[in-house]
C-alpha cells in the first residue's frame, strides 16, 4: 500500500515561495505519473503540474506557468513543488498524487488513485 506524505506548507507573504515535498512509501514512484493539485475553499480541485510517465511530459496550469516547478528525485522517493513568487490566490489546501498506470496525459484528479493528506498554504500580507 503506497503512502504519500507532504510537507513544507504554510503562510508567506506575497512574492514568496515555498518548497512542499511528497515522499511515498511502501512503492518507487521512478515510474510512475505523478502530480500536484490544489483545493481552495468553495472551488473544485485543480491541477497544477504534472508529469506523465507515458511520455516524460510536464503539463503545467497557465495561472502557475513560469512560477512553480515539479521535480522529483527518484533516490529520495520524493517529488517536489517548489513555487515561487506567490500571490493571494495561490492559497489553497495543496495535494500530492501518484499513479502507476502509465498510459494518461491529462493532469485531472479522477485519474489519480493515490493521494497525499493535504498540505495548507497561505499567502497573505
Known amino acids: 500500500q503506497v503512502q504519500l506524505v507532504e510537507s513544507g506548507g504554510g503562510s508567506v507573504q506575497p512574492g514568496g515561495s515555498l518548497r512542499l515535498a511528497c515522499e511515498a512509501s511502501?512503492?518507487?514512484?521512478?515510474?510512475?505519473?505523478i502530480g500536484w493539485f490544489r483545493q481552495a475553499p468553495g472551488k473544485e480541485r485543480e491541477g497544477l503540474a504534472c508529469w506523465f510517465s507515458v511520455d516524460r511530459s510536464t503539463y503545467y496550469l497557465d495561472a502557475v506557468k513560469g512560477r512553480f516547478t515539479i521535480s522529483r528525485d527518484n533516490a529520495k522517493n520524493t517529488i517536489y513543488l517548489q513555487m515561487n513568487d506567490l500571490e493571494p490566490g495561490d492559497t489553497a489546501t495543496y495535494y500530492c498524487?501518484?499513479?502507476?498506470?502509465?498510459?494518461?496525459?491529462?493532469?485531472?484528479?479522477?485519474?489519480?488513485?493515490?493521494w497525499g493528506q493535504g498540505t495548507p498554504v497561505t499567502v497573505s500580507s
Open positions: 511502501g512503492d518507487t514512484l521512478n515510474y510512475w505519473t
Open positions: 498524487a501518484g499513479d502507476p498506470s502509465p498510459t494518461f496525459r491529462i493532469c485531472k484528479d479522477y485519474l489519480f488513485d493515490h
